[in-house]
Protein backbone atom coordinates (compact mmCIF):
# COMPACT_ATOMS: atom_id res chain seq x y z
CA UNK A 1 0.00 0.00 0.00
CA UNK A 2 1.25 3.66 -0.64
CA UNK A 3 0.05 7.07 -0.22
CA UNK A 4 0.59 10.35 0.81
CA UNK A 5 1.76 12.51 4.08
CA UNK A 6 2.64 15.67 5.29
CA UNK A 7 4.19 16.36 9.03
CA UNK A 8 4.12 19.67 9.52
CA UNK A 9 5.78 19.50 12.97
CA UNK A 10 8.37 17.52 15.28
CA UNK A 11 5.14 17.10 17.16
CA UNK A 12 3.34 15.53 14.09
CA UNK A 13 6.52 13.19 13.17
CA UNK A 14 7.00 12.01 16.69
CA UNK A 15 3.21 11.33 17.06
CA UNK A 16 3.36 9.47 13.25
CA UNK A 17 6.85 7.66 14.60
CA UNK A 18 5.18 6.27 17.71
CA UNK A 19 2.02 5.31 15.42
CA UNK A 20 4.78 3.47 13.20
CA UNK A 21 6.58 1.88 16.19
CA UNK A 22 3.48 -0.29 17.11
CA UNK A 23 2.85 -2.50 14.11
CA UNK A 24 5.39 -5.06 13.56
CA UNK A 25 5.82 -5.06 9.87
CA UNK A 26 8.40 -2.51 7.96
CA UNK A 27 6.83 0.93 6.93
CA UNK A 28 8.88 3.19 4.97
CA UNK A 29 8.72 6.65 3.85
CA UNK A 30 10.38 8.31 0.60
CA UNK A 31 11.16 11.58 0.16
CA UNK A 32 12.55 12.99 -3.57
CA UNK A 33 15.19 9.99 -3.68
CA UNK A 34 15.65 9.26 -0.15
CA UNK A 35 14.06 6.18 1.62
CA UNK A 36 13.90 6.10 4.90
CA UNK A 37 12.52 4.06 8.18
CA UNK A 38 8.84 5.75 9.28
CA UNK A 39 10.33 4.11 12.60
CA UNK A 40 12.71 6.42 12.61
CA UNK A 41 12.25 10.07 14.56
CA UNK A 42 15.64 10.90 14.09
CA UNK A 43 15.45 10.58 9.98
CA UNK A 44 11.71 11.79 9.88
CA UNK A 45 12.33 14.80 11.10
CA UNK A 46 15.40 15.38 9.28
CA UNK A 47 13.99 14.56 5.50
CA UNK A 48 10.15 14.55 5.50
CA UNK A 49 9.44 17.24 7.77
CA UNK A 50 7.16 19.61 5.64
CA UNK A 51 7.30 17.88 2.72
CA UNK A 52 5.06 15.53 1.07
CA UNK A 53 6.33 12.11 1.58
CA UNK A 54 4.99 8.65 0.66
CA UNK A 55 4.36 6.33 3.05
CA UNK A 56 4.90 2.48 1.87
CA UNK A 57 4.12 -0.57 3.41
CA UNK A 58 3.71 -3.89 2.44
CA UNK A 59 1.31 -5.88 4.78
CA UNK A 60 -2.10 -7.41 4.80
CA UNK A 61 -2.58 -5.34 8.09
CA UNK A 62 -1.67 -1.98 6.17
CA UNK A 63 -5.52 -0.45 5.82
CA UNK A 64 -5.30 -0.55 9.63
CA UNK A 65 -2.08 1.54 9.99
CA UNK A 66 -3.34 3.80 7.27
CA UNK A 67 -6.33 4.46 9.59
CA UNK A 68 -4.40 5.36 12.30
CA UNK A 69 -2.57 8.31 10.65
CA UNK A 70 -5.13 9.50 8.49
CA UNK A 71 -4.80 12.85 9.60
CA UNK A 72 -1.61 13.31 7.89
CA UNK A 73 -2.73 11.95 4.83
CA UNK A 74 -2.61 14.47 1.72
CA UNK A 75 -3.99 13.95 -1.98
Known amino acids: MKFMIRLHSPKDAE????????????????????????????????????????????SKDADKFRNSVQKFAVA
Not at 27 to 43: C, F, M, N, Q, V
Open 15 to 58: EFVKIASGFDYDIDLKTGAAYLDAKSLLGVISCALNKKAMVICQ
